[in-house]
């Protein structure tokens, strides 16, 4: 019986301590389930360009990526969404009379606003792309900039009450706490790429499993037949089948061992 499996990146498949440790018992684990006939997909909020070399050469089937925006089985790209270029210069200018710290996303780069604020948060971000060879645009005051989805900080000198209230209703505000926040279209999610895939690859859903450790994994969660939350993931465990052990514990080879793909 082929079965498939929806892992999310940080705080899954890779610490989310800044560090993006990618243990060896999760790549052995998911090579050895792919040899055993198996489907291995990542579903992120990162945008496919986002994910380092060291991933991507473990080997996966397919990608759903920029939280359900793009999605890639194989070679074949499915799905590649940006969002309107008057929505996005719309949405950066009120982002900068908020005082918010953006990180727009897209397929193929991501873009810095030179006039926004710096923190520590998004200085370490900067660091690791840097020295992942990820180029960053480092200007959005040009005719052709659009994203695909985004991330952003704030603190006490932000007004998040107004960003969130005039916020475009096309867009989906989710809270990933400490005064951070992820911004996705309505239209597309990770449980959306989810069925994409399923429709693709031809999986019945009662053989699809979804690993996660956040509440922006929720919809891939909900989307497949097993739900799988990482030990680090307390704020899922309520909302899934089954509960693995952490990142450093061993929670990727924790969980497909006990579903008896490896």
């Known amino acids: ?45 990162r945008t496919i360009v986002n994910i380092e070399r060291e991933l991507i050469d473990v080997g996966f089937d397919g990608f759903v990526c920029g939280c359900g925006t793009y999605v890639r089985c194989g070679d074949e790209v499915l799905l ?17 009379e908020c005082d ?15 006039k926004a604020r710096e923190n ?4 370490d971000l900067r660091m690791w792309h840097i020295q992942n060879n990820i180029a960053a645009n480092t200007s959005i005051d040009f005719d052709e900039f659009s994203f695909d989805k985004f991330v952003a900080w704030y603190d006490d000198k932000s ?25 996705v279209s309505k239209k597309y999610s990770k449980g959306t790429g989810v069925d994409m895939v399923l429709e693709h690859e031809k999986i019945p859903r009662e053989n699809s ?31 899934v089948s089954f509960v693995t052990k952490d990142v450093a514990g061993g929670g990727v080879e924790y969980a497909l061992r006990h579903f008896g793909m490896i």
């Open 100 to 114: 918010i710290i953006p990180l727009y996303e897209r397929y193929d780069t991501f873009f810095l606003d030179e």
């Open 159 to 183: 007004d998040i009450e107004r960003f969130r209230r005039e916020l475009d209703d096309s867009l989906c505000y989710i809270d990933r706490g400490v005064g951070f926040c992820e911004i």
């Open 120 to 123: 520590k948060r998004l200085h």
């Open 80 to 96: 590649g969404y940006t969002l309107d270029k008057k929505l996005c210069a719309d949405t950066a200018r009120l982002i900068r």
């Open 209 to 239: 499993y979804a690993i996660g450790d956040s509440m922006n994994d929720l919809p891939m969660l909900e989307a497949v037949g097993h739900s799988i939350a990482m030990g680090n993931g307390a704020v899922l465990h309520n909302y």
């Open 1 to 45: 019986m082929r079965n498939i499996v929806f892992f999310d990146i940080d705080g899954t498949l890779v610490s989310d301590d800044g560090f993006h440790t990618f243990p060896e018992s999760a790549k052995s684990a998911v090579a050895a389930a792919r040899k055993n006939g198996h489907l291995m997909y990542i579903n992120t909020g």
